[in-house]
């Protein structure tokens, strides 16, 4: 087993290291020594394993994939039997430690589809060539929503769409795949679903056939407008769940209170913050959450802006390199891998920072690497180590 010294990127191995102490640092702040030794725990078996997928020949990488994704169903599978949590169960309590299979799922996703991909070579606009893509991600998503836990789930689509795009999929294809859900999501409100219709119309009366363009808003329209049928048809806190989910300022003190004490926290930061554990809406309890979904929320307000815009830059610098590394590998499966968990790695932080900026609905996603979460952490460094892979050899 031999290793490249020279292709090792030290630069990924150090940019992940100095998250992963901005995380650590920033637990202790919200959550105090009691969660800072629980996500401590994690560090080292997330170092050993993102060294042991650094080192082993990818082959064998390759050679797991199908029983790492089988025995990811599996465990997702379970854990709707044997698994805990409170309303929900995601997580096998092993002790005093808590493990969520959702969270290995976005690997074991991620293998398979870039396998598959890179064996099919070719990918076409039709049924026949998407069938096999659609049902390696919808299975273990459909077990996921099941949990419930509707936001991990929604984390396997961006590698989907990222990974057909970098095989060739025209971006109109792959907005059209995904545009009867997304007109069902935006239609659950009319100032939504209004603009969403509007920029559609002219993105396919532009880009397509008359007939098809007419064909691609009916679809739309029809799902659409199954939102309110099914909106009326749910009990009263699921209705004021999703309305708040699009108008959090609808319920203040209910379900937008998250949403309205995480701005407050941002904004009181303002330049330069209020100082390490001197956080006042966090040390007050107005920031639920904060050492896990709402953690940049307390980073923001101790460290103001420049220290928002400092961690930001650093998970930028991040995702650019995996992306060059994606960018420059001649293997077409390891490409696919890094485009894979590169929008993965993106889409978590551009939904948690949108989602505390009031941008986007309030979900339950974390901050990779900083968030309060042992599967989460352990997650992100798996796939660094696999990226660090992918850049040390050629294969």
Not at 36 to 63: D, E, H, M, N, S
């Amino acid at each position: 087993m031999s290793v490249n010294r020279r292709q090792f990127d030290i630069t990924l191995f150090v940019l992940t290291l100095v998250l992963v102490t901005i995380g650590l640092i920033a637990i202790y702040s919200t959550g105090g020594i009691r969660y800072l030794f629980r996500q401590a725990i994690f560090v080292p078996i997330g170092l050993a394993g993102l060294v042991i997928l650094f080192l082993i020949p990818r082959r064998i990488i390759y050679g797991l994939t199908e029983p790492l994704y089988v025995l990811t169903l599996l465990l997702l599978l379970a854990v709707l039997f044997f698994g805990t949590g409170p309303g929900a169960r995601r997580w096998f309590q092993i002790g005093s430690i808590s493990l969520q299979p959702s969270e290995f799922a976005k690997i074991a996703v991620t293998l398979m589809l870039a396998k598959y991909l890179s064996y099919k070579r070719e990918i076409k606009p039709n049924f026949a060539s998407l069938a096999g893509p659609i049902l390696i991600m919808v299975i273990p998503l459909l077990l996921i929503l099941v949990e419930p836990d509707l936001s991990t789930a929604l984390c396997l689509i961006p590698p989907f769409a990222a990974m057909l795009y970098w095989q060739g999929l025209r971006p109109l294809h792959i907005l059209l795949l995904f545009t009867p859900f997304l007109s069902f999501a935006a239609g659950f409100s009319l100032y939504l679903w209004i603009p969403f219709f509007i920029l559609l119309a002219i993105i396919v009366f532009v880009r397509m056939r008359f007939f098809r363009a007419i064909a691609a808003l009916a679809t739309s329209t029809v799902f659409g407008l199954l939102s309110p049928v099914v909106l009326s048809m749910l009990k009263d806190y699921q209705r004021t769940r999703i309305i708040s989910f699009f108008a959090p300022w609808f319920d203040p003190h209910g379900m937008g209170w998250n949403a309205i004490q995480s701005q407050i926290a941002i904004g009181s930061g303002r330049l330069f913050g209020k100082g390490f554990l001197h956080g006042t809406q966090k040390r007050l309890g107005f920031l639920p959450n904060r050492h896990t979904d709402f953690i940049f929320s307390a980073i923001a307000e101790e460290t103001g802006f420049i220290g928002s815009l400092l961690l930001l830059i650093v998970i930028g610098i991040l995702i650019r390199r995996i992306l060059l590394i994606a960018y420059n590998s001649r293997d077409q499966n390891a490409s696919l891998i890094a485009i894979g968990f590169a929008s993965i790695l993106g889409y978590q932080t551009f939904v948690n920072i949108g989602m505390l900026l009031g941008l986007l609905p309030i979900t339950g996603i974390t901050l990779p690497f900083i968030s309060y979460g042992g599967s989460s952490l352990l997650t992100c460094c798996l796939m660094i180590g696999i990226i660090l892979n992918i850049s040390a050899r050629p294969e």
